[in-house]
């Protein structure tokens, strides 16, 4: 079946550094990708999203290149900041539902230090 | 407009007891979701209804039931609850169903049973 699997946390770095979380997923057909985030005590929200092979979704900085070949989707950003900490979800939705359910990874707990 | 509101907040509930959550979004969607929320899982779908006046099972439906009751209000009940329902509970809703659609989700509700 369809199944999303990303990195463990935590992950704590510094300000300013270079983010990358790992995302790869088992699918049939070509599901879309999302990147939500989980601000403490809020529900989740999209950060970024791509529905066909080599799309790159970006947003707030975060990038995301949808790789068919390596069955890929990680989240990247350049410089992180301390209002980046948060819960990351990797997700895809299966194509040939009739709704759009949503398969959600564990979840990757990011903390930024000052 | 709030988006996707959801009460209450915060739940106690005693094993067997039962009790509703509330969920509505203002935004006209068609569709809409219940998922739980457990360390390390990610989220997981429990219901979900297309559109006004149909429902379907998700992935975890087992001792859950929904009602759909206007377009704009979808609420989860528990009939009899059980100490294994001990989660956090989210609403979501989406413009359409289909895999490319972006899901909005409803801030949770924290629900303890004993």
């Known amino acids: 079946g369809n199944s999303v699997t990303q990195m463990e946390g935590p992950v704590t770095l510094s300000e300013e550094a270079f983010l990358t979380i790992n995302c790869t997923y088992t699918?049939?057909?070509?599901?879309?990708l999302f990147w939500y985030v989980q601000y403490p005590g809020e529900g989740l929200q999209l950060l970024l999203k791509a529905t066909k092979a080599d799309d790159k979704g970006s947003n707030k900085g975060f990038e995301a290149t949808y790789r068919k070949e390596t069955t890929s989707f990680h989240l990247e950003k350049g410089s992180v900041q301390v209002s980046d900490s948060a819960v990351y979800f990797c997700?895809?939705?299966?194509?040939?539902?009739?709704?759009?359910?949503?398969?959600f990874g564990s979840g990757t707990r990011l903390s930024i230090r000052p | 407009n709030a988006g996707v509101t959801q009460t209450p907040k915060f739940q106690v509930l005693k094993t067997g007891q039962s009790m509703t959550l509330q969920c509505a979004q203002d935004m006209n969607h068609n569709s809409m979701y219940w998922y739980r929320q457990d360390p390390g899982m990610g989220l997981r779908l429990i219901y979900y209804?297309?559109?006004?006046?149909?429902?379907d099972k998700g992935e975890v439906p087992n001792g859950y039931n929904v009602s759909r009751l206007n377009k704009r209000e979808f609420s989860l009940r528990l009939e009899s609850a059980a100490p294994s329902q001990t989660s956090v509970y989210f609403c979501?809703?989406?413009?359409?169903?289909?895999?490319?659609?972006?899901?909005?989700f409803g801030p949770g509700t924290r629900l303890l049973v004993l």
């Open positions: 699918a049939t057909g070509y599901p879309s």
């Open positions: 997700a895809l939705t299966d194509p040939y539902s009739s709704a759009s359910k949503i398969i």
């Open positions: 979501a809703s989406s413009e359409n169903p289909g895999s490319q659609e972006t899901q909005y």
């Open positions: 209804s297309a559109s006004e006046g149909t429902t």
